[in-house]
């Protein structure tokens, strides 16, 4: 099981600030196929339009994924 680090929550606060964007985090577990994770949930208590919403999620999404890289090895990609 994966846990998020310290760093990775203080990455999410920071794009929050910058975006001018309150927001609660906390820790959950996201059961899937692949095998259980912990994962970061944010509670944006800021009123946002869908478009907004998306776009902060690929900006964090993003950041997230550049602050702690995969060790697992990456998947092929399905092929018809």
Do not use: C, F, W
Not at 5 to 29: F, G
Not at 46 to 72: F, H, M
């Amino acid at each position: 099981m994966t846990q998020p680090t310290k760093r990775e929550q203080l990455a999410a606060k920071k794009i929050d600030k910058q975006l001018h964007i309150e927001a609660e985090l906390s820790s959950s577990i996201n059961d899937s196929p692949d095998g259980a994770n912990v994962v970061i949930v944010h509670n944006i208590k800021t009123t946002l339009d869908s478009e907004t919403l998306r776009y902060i999620a690929a900006v964090k999404g993003k950041a997230l994924l550049d602050e702690s890289p995969d060790p697992s090895p990456p998947r092929k990609a399905a092929t018809s």
